[in-house]
């Protein structure tokens, strides 16, 4: 990973994202996913999703459903209705700052 | 392809041993672990072993993080909703009822017999938590089990500071100071109450498979 301190504060905002696509996720899914989508950039490391997912979910933003799978349990987590609505909050929030840092390294210079 | 559930039980015992205690964590880590350890044995053509001892080479330390920062977040979130509980509208109409209560019925003086109750309150909530423990079967499970430490622990301060019957003049001498303990107490067992039956549901909801 490039680094990892710049994706840490992302971190909810991006679990919260891959959520809303997909519906329902469960952690090692989660995992490749972002692997995947960032061509191996980002790793997330089981130290640092499930306690990220344990706390969206004691803030009532995820919601919990298990089920059997090939002999063991799998906990799926997806978004509650208060979830959806951060969601959308924090990716606005999250655009926002992605727009004020590239004004900030790659400011455009104009005479007005 | 899948694994045996004698290999699904070898990598809950491995975890088992490595210290991971509570059910509901090692629950989703066997679960982590078992998808990783088949995906390796697909991919690279390993047998369960080779791809289980290849995986915890590079994992077991973030493994056991987690373990770590989970009981954190467990304390955070129980503390929380211990707090949520204790100031929750009805909790403080009891409350403040059973003061008035108190005053109105229980002068100065005749309350020694009431040293009993303040220990009462504590003793209801420690039996609900024994109760609840037993009906998980043995089921070590995270929530549970650390908000039955911290209600131990205020039982031990409680014990320390204010026991009636080693500490008979601080809290029975005052009227309102033994009113104050005695509306503490209650309100924060009822809290503790409300927040072992809340987790016992809440894990009961998660464990019911779909």
């Given at each position: 990973?490039?680094?990892?301190?710049?994706?840490?504060?992302?971190?909810?905002?991006?679990?919260?994202?891959?959520?809303?696509?997909?519906?329902?996720?469960?952690?090692?899914?989660?995992?490749?996913?972002?692997?995947?989508?960032?061509?191996?950039?980002?790793?997330?490391?089981?130290?640092?999703?499930?306690?990220?997912?344990?706390?969206?979910?004691?803030?009532?933003?995820?919601?919990?459903?298990?089920?059997?799978?090939?002999?063991?349990?799998?906990?799926?987590?997806?978004?509650?209705?208060?979830?959806?609505?951060?969601?959308?909050?924090?990716?606005?929030?999250?655009?926002?700052?992605?727009?004020?840092?590239?004004?900030?390294?790659?400011?455009?210079?104009?005479?007005? | 392809?899948?694994?045996?559930?004698?290999?699904?039980?070898?990598?809950?015992?491995?975890?088992?041993?490595?210290?991971?205690?509570?059910?509901?964590?090692?629950?989703?880590?066997?679960?982590?672990?078992?998808?990783?350890?088949?995906?390796?044995?697909?991919?690279?053509?390993?047998?369960?072993?080779?791809?289980?001892?290849?995986?915890?080479?590079?994992?077991?330390?973030?493994?056991?993080?987690?373990?770590?920062?989970?009981?954190?977040?467990?304390?955070?979130?129980?503390?929380?909703?211990?707090?949520?509980?204790?100031?929750?509208?009805?909790?403080?109409?009891?409350?403040?009822?059973?003061?008035?209560?108190?005053?109105?019925?229980?002068?100065?003086?005749?309350?020694?017999?009431?040293?009993?109750?303040?220990?009462?309150?504590?003793?209801?909530?420690?039996?609900?938590y024994f109760f609840i423990g037993l009906k998980q079967r043995g089921q070590r499970l995270s929530g549970i089990e650390r908000t039955g430490l911290i209600?131990?622990?205020?039982?031990?301060?409680?014990?320390?500071?204010?026991?009636?019957?080693?500490?008979?003049?601080?809290?029975?001498?005052?009227?309102?100071?033994?009113?104050?303990?005695?509306?503490?107490?209650?309100?924060?067992?009822?809290?503790?109450?409300?927040?072992?039956?809340?987790?016992?549901?809440?894990?009961?909801?998660?464990?019911?498979?779909?």
């Amino acid at each position: 990973m490039g680094n990892s301190k710049l994706y840490k504060g992302s971190l909810n905002t991006i679990i919260l994202k891959l959520l809303e696509e997909k519906g329902k996720m469960y952690g090692y899914e989660i995992t490749q996913k972002v692997k995947e989508l960032t061509k191996g950039e980002l790793k997330i490391t089981e130290g640092a999703l499930y306690p990220a997912l344990h706390k969206l979910e004691a803030e009532g933003l995820l919601d919990v459903e298990v089920a059997k799978v090939d002999n063991r349990l799998r906990k799926y987590y997806k978004l509650t209705e208060a979830g959806e609505k951060e969601t959308v909050n924090r990716l606005a929030e999250l655009e926002e700052f992605i727009r004020s840092m590239q004004n900030l390294v790659n400011p455009k210079w104009s005479i007005e | 392809m899948k694994l045996t559930k004698e290999e699904i039980q070898f990598i809950d015992t491995y975890l088992k041993n490595s210290d991971i205690m509570f059910t509901d964590v090692r629950t989703e880590m066997v679960d982590h672990v078992a998808t990783a350890v088949l995906e390796k044995m697909e991919e690279e053509n390993h047998t369960f072993y080779d791809a289980f001892k290849a995986y915890m080479v590079v994992h077991k330390k973030d493994l056991l993080k987690y373990n770590k920062q989970f009981k954190k977040t467990t304390d955070k979130i129980v503390l929380k909703s211990l707090f949520k509980k204790f100031t929750a509208p009805l909790n403080i109409c009891i409350m403040v009822a059973s003061s008035f209560l108190l005053i109105q019925f229980f002068p100065l003086g005749d309350k020694k017999f009431l040293k009993f109750v303040l220990f009462g309150f504590l003793i209801i909530a420690i039996l609900v938590y024994f109760f609840i423990g037993l009906k998980q079967r043995g089921q070590r499970l995270s929530g549970i089990e650390r908000t039955g430490l911290i209600l131990t622990l205020s039982f031990q301060l409680y014990n320390a500071f204010q026991n009636p019957f080693f500490n008979e003049k601080s809290v029975i001498i005052n009227d309102y100071y033994f009113t104050l303990v005695f509306v503490l107490l209650l309100g924060l067992s009822t809290a503790f109450i409300a927040v072992i039956l809340d987790l016992h549901k809440k894990y009961t909801n998660h464990y019911t498979i779909v």
